[in-house]
């Protein structure tokens, strides 16, 4: 079994793969902002799952990750500083755990279900807690950009420098107009939220010029209540230099960052298999 675990600014989402990928179990608890008490969260979750033993896992984080060292950096809505979350969860499972950026692993799902060979490179953006954000080049995470906090950047708002997420996350979007995006019908309010969204995506699409656009997360999952509105107001943008290519809602808005965390498995066991035979010829 493999297990994936998606650790959000509120809840932390643990699912149960076999290698085929069928969710075999499928927990959830509140995320702790106390990093120790996490931890030990994690450890009674664990005791009470049905399966306890895992040959692989993976580790979904918001946030930046030092990658040799298996260290959370700094993780955006939650107050974890250089965290030693690779080294934590081995000692938990018993395992290799891979680690990764949330938004980046739930690129990866949706790129591969839109399938590499249409699209050469896919650009998610998940509009949830905050605004995060992956490349995917040819079906694999771009790490030129691994590092890229897309809601961070700093754009004009109401007359002030802001960053996007401050005016465009669906935590934003709760505090501006009392709602939640999935209980929003004014077209009114969609159309701010389409104009407030469109000013950073046009930025993205000046730097990454992808082949599509992607929008999962919680308040992403609504694209189709603001898609007319992000279209029109993308033609505001219109550049002889810069292509608006197509945009559709995720696949699996709400999971996809778990189905993202079982590709990354899968390719890492896949390599370890290749190794393998490498290293040891029929």
């Known amino acids: 079994m493999w297990l994936a675990i998606d650790i959000g ?6 699912a149960v793969y076999t290698h085929d990928g069928t969710i075999k179990e499928h927990v959830k608890f509140p995320t702790n902002r106390d990093y120790s008490l996490f ?18 896992a993976c580790s979904a984080s918001p946030g930046q990750i030092d990658y040799e060292k298996g260290v959370g950096v700094a993780y955006g809505n939650l107050p974890w500083k250089n965290v030693a979350l690779r080294e934590n969860l081995s000692d938990l499972l018993g395992c290799t755990v891979l680690i990764e950026n949330d938004a980046k692993l739930a690129a990866l799902s949706e790129a591969r279900l839109l399938g590499k060979s249409k699209y050469h490179k896919v650009l998610y953006i998940t509009v949830s807690t905050g605004i995060g954000g992956g490349l995917i080049t040819d079906g694999i995470i771009d790490h030129y950009l691994a590092d890229a906090e897309i809601g961070h950047m700093f754009l004009e708002h109401d007359g002030v420098m802001q960053q996007w997420e401050e005016f465009a996350s669906g935590s934003a979007i709760v505090r501006r107009f009392n709602q939640r995006a999935s209980d929003i019908t004014d077209p009114a309010i969609w159309k701010l939220i389409a104009h407030d969204i469109g000013v950073g995506l046009i930025d993205l699409l000046a730097v990454y010029q992808p082949d599509i656009v992607v929008f999962g997360g919680g308040a992403g999952a609504n694209f189709e209540k603001f898609r007319p509105y992000l279209a029109e107001e993308m033609t505001h943008y219109k550049s002889p230099l810069i292509e608006i290519p197509p945009m559709v809602v995720a696949k699996n808005p709400e999971e996809a960052v778990v189905y993202g965390c079982y590709e990354l498995m899968k390719d890492h066991a896949n390599a370890s298999k290749k190794a393998g035979h490498a290293h040891h010829p029929a």
């Open 39 to 56: 931890v030990s969260e994690m450890k009674t979750t664990l005791a009470e799952m049905e399966h306890k033993e895992f040959e692989l």
């Open 9 to 14: 600014g509120t809840k932390t989402l643990l």
